[in-house]
Structure formats: C-alpha cells, structure tokens
C-alpha cells in the first residue's frame, strides 16, 4: 500500500460525512414543500395568490413541474455524488472501460420520455378544465379593449332605457380607471372582443391571460373564491399608452353585486334622461 492509498483511505470518512451533510442540507431545503400549506410564498414559487377556482388548478400544474423537477435533480445530484464517493480515482490504475451498456441506454431514453408524457397529459388535462364553458353562467360580461381603456357591459341586466348595464373609465392617469365589478363564487363568462388591435385581458391574480383581438371574439370563464380589489392590466402591447390601459377588479358578495347592479341601473336611467 503506497502513501496514495493510504492517504486516500484517511480522507474517506471525512468525505462520507461531508457528503452526508450535502444531503441533510438538500433534504432540509426540500423539507419546507412537504410540511408546509401548498399555498404560500414559498410553495407557489413566485406565482400570485390566486383568487378563482381555475387559477388554482393553474398553480397545482405549476407546483408539480416543480415537484417533478426538483425530483429529477434529486436523483441526478444523487448519482453524482455516489460516483464521486465511490468511483473517484484511487491510483493509477484505469478501470475496466465499457463501450456500452445497454440497460442505461434504455433507461435514460425511457424516463425522459415517460416525465414528458405525463407532464404532457396533466398540462392538456387542466387545460381542458380551464378552457371548459359550462352553459349558463352567472354572470355574463361584454369586455371590450380599446386604445387605451376597457368597457364592461352586462347584457344581462337591463336599464330602463332599453340598453343593458355598462361600466368604462379612463387610462391611468387621466381620470378613474374602468370598474369591472363581479360576485363572489358564482360562474362569470368573459366575451372579449376589440375594435382596433390585439389587447390581451390580465388579472394577475387569475393566473391567467387572454387576447383581445380584432374580429375574432374570445370567451373565457371563472369563478372567484376571494372578495377583494385588484388590478388588471392590458398584457398585450398594443401602442403608445399600453402600460396605462388598466382597470380595477372588484370581486364583492352576491348581495353585494346585486344592489351595485341596482344602483348602476338607476344611476344609468338617469344618465339617460329617463322618467320612466
């Protein structure tokens, strides 16, 4: 036994140890996803609390890529740190070298494709959910973009005058910004449409974003599960004033919702000159 040898079988237990303490480090850094809620700052990664029932199946995707990738990083610095340990150099002698082997082929060809397909299937699968427009909503509002604000109509709720309720604004900094205002837990249809460029509808806290496009009208759905006021926000740029194209969301109880449908329809009569 040379002076190598023996030098390297000194450092062995020094290096186990300190390997050993790599992996309670990454255990103790993965630690907080399993005994935490599933909806924190630390667990949503950076998303925004979200606020409907379709925003939460978005983050559930989103949480379990990251699931899945820090699974995979896990076993891969796992891999790495078991051959540095016991198949570091120990003389200078070469291992027996082995051309192919063909169960590892197959494996790092299999396992790659089975994360793709199933994060395919569970990305079309919410998707789906997302995109679905169940029949007769709640509530359903008329969103149109322009350059640079937003008109909300609500067909359903008619004024005396004939027309139907309908809320618009001014874009930052001019004037009161547009008031989209729905209830709380009921089912709300979006029909986006726009009569000049592409916009896009954003409420961060949606966890979602839709375009608003010339001639071609889109159609989204949520239900709101938090009260509250918030921002929305034009994603799409769409001219000098894009970034002041905002509106503010009002997500209020159904109670709520139907005395502000109420005073809206008087205060519109009355716009109107109506003496109905």
């Known amino acids: 036994m040379g002076p190598r040898d023996t030098a390297q079988r000194t450092r062995s237990p020094r290096s186990r140890r300190?390997?050993?303490?790599?992996?309670?480090?990454?255990?103790?850094?993965?630690?907080?996803?399993?005994?935490?809620?599933?909806?924190?700052d630390l667990t949503r990664m950076g998303f925004p609390n979200?606020?409907?029932?379709?925003?939460?199946?978005?983050?559930?995707?989103?949480?379990?890529?990251?699931?899945?990738?820090?699974?995979?990083?896990?076993?891969?610095?796992?891999?790495?740190?078991?051959?540095?340990?016991?198949?570091?150099?120990?003389?200078?002698?070469?291992?027996?070298?082995?051309?192919?082997?063909?169960?590892?082929?197959?494996?790092?060809?299999?396992?790659?494709?089975?994360?793709?397909?199933?994060?395919?299937?569970?990305?079309a699968k919410d998707e789906n959910t997302i995109d679905a427009l169940p029949a007769n909503p709640a509530v359903t509002v008329n969103v149109t973009g322009f350059q640079w604000s937003w008109e909300f109509n609500y067909p359903q709720y008619k004024t005396v005058g004939g027309?139907?309720?309908?809320?618009?604004?001014?874009?930052w900094g001019q004037g009161p910004l547009p008031l989209l205002e729905i209830p709380v837990n009921e089912t709300v249809q979006f029909n986006l449409s726009s009569p000049d460029v592409i916009h896009a509808f954003w409420v961060p806290e949606f966890l979602f974003k839709r375009d608003v496009i010339p001639g071609h009208p889109n159609h989204f759905q949520i239900t709101a599960t938090k009260t509250g006021t918030y921002t929305g926000h034009c994603s799409e740029l769409c001219g000098l004033y894009h970034?002041?194209?905002?509106?503010?969301?009002?997500?209020?109880?159904?109670?709520?919702?139907?005395?502000?449908?109420?005073?809206?329809?008087?205060?519109?009569?009355?716009?109107?000159g109506s003496t109905q």
């Not at 197959?106 to 569970?122: C, E, N, S």
């Open 163 to 171: 027309g139907s309720v309908t809320t618009d604004g001014y874009m």
């Open 243 to 272: 970034s002041r194209m905002l509106f503010t969301l009002k997500i209020v109880t159904q109670d709520q919702f139907k005395a502000w449908i109420a005073q809206q329809q008087a205060a519109q009569k009355t716009a109107s």
């Open 50 to 123: 979200p606020i409907t029932k379709q925003g939460a199946v978005t983050l559930s995707l989103w949480q379990g890529s990251w699931v899945a990738g820090l699974l995979v990083g896990a076993v891969v610095w796992g891999i790495i740190i078991w051959a540095v340990i016991f198949h570091r150099r120990r003389g200078d002698k070469l291992p027996p070298q082995v051309r192919y082997n063909m169960p590892i082929e197959i494996l790092y060809t299999v396992v790659p494709f089975v994360l793709i397909a199933v994060l395919f299937y569970y990305t």
């Open 18 to 40: 300190a390997n050993a303490a790599r992996v309670g480090l990454l255990a103790a850094m993965l630690l907080p996803l399993a005994g935490c809620s599933w909806n924190n």
